[in-house]
């Protein structure tokens, strides 16, 4: 029965990375676990439809940040901070980089608009990389970094999602943890990405590109810049109201559900935004945040068949006998394994309910603590977000920075954020789960 998990774990990794639709890949992964191990096909779709609701909480969540972020770009308020960076800057190359890092963390906690930021704040500023030359690979690093390292590390807007599942899901496996501790598990695989984040603008990329010099390949972004002066007006206010009130919501309560639906009604209450615009900002922001919904949805399903079918057991006994005693080497693996799944997936939030059922019992059955499984579940769930192809937070930088063709997506933004992110996490997230 121990195959059952591998060969459906593999089998959802190579349907990824030959671009099949990820959700698709994998309800046709959980299906095909559920027919190794024996059961009818009616019965394998009963239990994957039946578990999806693990995932629900996550999944509205995510519906109702993407309307969130929708509202707050409709009001055009970070058009000011588009151009108060361009009067700034005037040629401080790391001050920049720095505070490009610096807001996509916002995105992610303070206002969790996600990558729905990045059409409007890197196009405007291309024009002045190229004036200063500077190499477009540490912007998308910047980007990256700010995109990933707050859900990492911080219980705020998205980070509150990626570990209250870390959470739950250890919790649903039968191992007791708060939220507390795993913010605290976390802290050491982040300090790696800071590392990384330093090393790229500090060593790798600190020598000037010039990209006159540069053919455009491949077809242009269609984003279109706007470069009407900003005014603060009324509506921006009101925005900012809804924004802190949505955050202040959050910390309290520890529900992102309640922090995102707080802030978007008072977008509508305080009329930042028209009420008659409410369909359309749904519409968009379900377009932008719905399939990561379904996916969170989907991968809930997958993991319960795995457990429920017995084979996550077998897969415990197996390892356990073969790599008995030999924690290192069980951590590495179990790492490697993590960064396999999310690199074919694109996203660390779906990969973690299917992890979560795989990590608990083995790393339990190695003699970890209930802090190193917490490291390992959530290290390894974030591994291969950045650098994967698939990743939301490597499309979304691309999708900035190649506005005039000039960017690749794999050499230019995949390569270079797993080179800086993937291995310092896999280095600090392992060495974390043999101190603690």
């Known amino acids: 029965m121990a195959f059952v998990v591998i060969a459906s774990v593999l089998l959802m990794v190579i349907l990824s990375l030959l671009k099949v639709n990820v959700l698709v890949a994998i309800v046709i992964s959980g299906l095909s676990a559920g027919l190794m191990s024996g059961l009818s096909l009616g019965d394998t779709v009963s239990m994957f439809v039946e578990n999806m609701g693990g995932s629900a909480n996550t999944a509205l969540s995510y519906i109702l940040l993407g309307g969130f972020a929708v509202a707050i770009s409709y009001t055009g308020i970070t058009k000011g901070l588009v151009q108060f960076l361009r009067k700034a800057v005037k040629g401080k190359r790391v001050f920049m980089l720095v505070a490009i890092a610096l807001i996509a963390s916002l995105s992610q906690n303070a206002v969790p608009v996600h990558i729905a930021f990045v059409p409007i704040l890197i196009p405007p500023l291309i024009a002045l990389f190229d004036k200063m030359q500077m190499d477009r690979r540490a912007v998308a690093t910047s980007l990256v970094f700010g ?49 990384g984040l330093l090393f790229a603008i500090f060593v790798t990329y600190r020598k000037k590109r010039d990209y006159s010099q540069i053919q455009p390949s491949g077809a242009p972004s269609t984003i279109e810049v706007d470069d009407e002066p900003f005014q603060f007006e009324r509506k921006h206010f009101m925005t900012l109201i809804a924004i802190v009130a949505a955050l202040a ?143 939301d937070s490597t499309l979304g930088a691309t999708a900035g ?13 995949c390569v270079p954020t797993f080179i800086h992110f993937n291995i310092p996490l896999l280095i600090f997230g392992w060495a974390a789960s043999l101190i603690l």
């Open 147 to 195: 995109l990933k390292a707050p859900y990492v590390v911080l219980p705020v807007g998205f980070g509150l999602i990626f570990q209250g599942i870390i959470r739950d899901n250890m919790q649903e496996n039968g191992l007791e943890f708060t939220l507390t501790e795993v913010t605290q598990a976390m802290l050491i695989p982040g300090l790696g990405m800071v590392v």
């Open 249 to 391: 919501v959050q910390i309290i309560t520890e529900e992102m559900v309640l922090g995102a639906l707080t802030g978007l009604l008072l977008m509508f209450i305080l009329v930042a935004v028209p009420f008659r615009q409410g369909e359309e900002v749904m519409s968009k922001g379900i377009g932008m945040m719905g399939m990561i919904a379904f996916i969170m949805l989907a991968a809930s399903g997958f993991g319960e068949v795995l457990k429920q079918t017995g084979s996550v057991e077998a897969l415990v006994n197996a390892s356990s006998n073969l790599l008995k005693g030999n924690q290192a080497l069980i951590a590495l693996i179990l790492l490697l394994v993590g960064l396999l799944i999310t690199m074919g997936i694109g996203t660390s939030f779906g990969t973690i309910p299917i992890i979560a059922a795989l990590y608990v019992p083995i790393a339990t059955a190695a003699g970890f603590s209930p802090m190193a499984i917490a490291v390992l579940i959530g290290t390894a769930g974030a591994l291969g977000d950045a650098g994967s192809p698939a990743s």
């Open 401 to 413: 920075l190649n506005v005039d063709g000039k960017h690749n997506h794999i050499w230019d933004t």
